[in-house]
């Protein structure tokens, strides 16, 4: 079976011995079958939401910068921006090295640069950009203020959408199959009134999350050792 939403609720509708839906009446389906899409939707809203930053919903992002300008709006779709990964990226045209941006708090970019976005008209100001803020809109800041149309290159964790259309793909690994059905099955139990059989399958749903996040998020690349060595004086 594909993997796909097609695929997934078919999943859903053979546990239940219920009648496989097909590409021709997916969107037309309603009843039992509208709530079996529904399930398969909310169990991957709940994976998504389990972990902030699953990697499977990293991306990259690259934007030009405009002249002059301190103040970009984040990604559509966006949850979080890593700000340690904000650079400029080397450009042979406009002479610049790859740099990477130097993260600062919003306070100290008020305290010592915001002049800069009432002076636009000082173009001395502008410069290759060294410093990069988060603001408390959903914008990001830089600064100087650039002088040329430098490409800024940073990454992101989105915000997946619902599944709609029968060839959609979840952003989960193809791998994770089985915890999105464990879930799907939980939600489909609720909606037939079977809380017992639910909360069973509540347990494995939650049982293969727990197993995600130990490939995924609980991982260390080294252990340091913090003990100050005891410099020890023979006897004489």
Do not use: C
């Amino acid at each position: 079976m594909a993997y796909n939403f097609l695929g997934l609720v078919n999943d859903v509708n053979r546990r239940l011995n219920e009648v496989e839906l097909t590409t021709s009446n997916f969107d037309s389906a309603n009843g039992f079958y509208s709530a079996s899409k529904d399930s398969v939707n909310a169990s991957i809203r709940f994976i998504n939401q389990s972990t902030f930053e699953w990697p499977f919903n990293h991306t990259t992002q690259e934007e030009t910068l405009v002249g002059g300008q301190i103040r970009y709006s984040y990604p559509s779709g966006s949850k979080t921006l890593d700000f340690d990964s904000f650079r400029i990226k080397r450009d042979e045209t406009l002479g610049n090295e790859t740099k990477k941006l130097k993260l600062i708090s919003y306070e100290e970019y008020l305290d010592n640069y915001v002049d800069a976005e009432y002076n636009e008209s000082n173009t001395g100001i502008r410069a290759l950009p060294r410093y990069v803020f988060r603001t408390p809109s959903l914008e990001y800041g830089i600064y100087p203020p650039p002088d040329k149309a430098y490409e800024i290159v940073y990454e992101y964790y989105r915000l997946p959408v619902d599944l709609i259309t029968p060839t959609d793909v979840p952003s989960v690994p193809d791998q994770f199959r089985y915890v999105i059905i464990d879930g799907a099955m939980y939600y489909a139990y609720l909606f037939r009134g079977n809380t017992q059989d639910a909360q069973l399958q509540f347990n494995k749903f939650e049982a293969g999350i727990k197993d995600m996040r130990t490939l995924y998020i609980n991982r260390y690349d080294y252990v340091r050792d913090t003990r100050v060595p005891r410099k020890t004086f023979g006897v004489y």
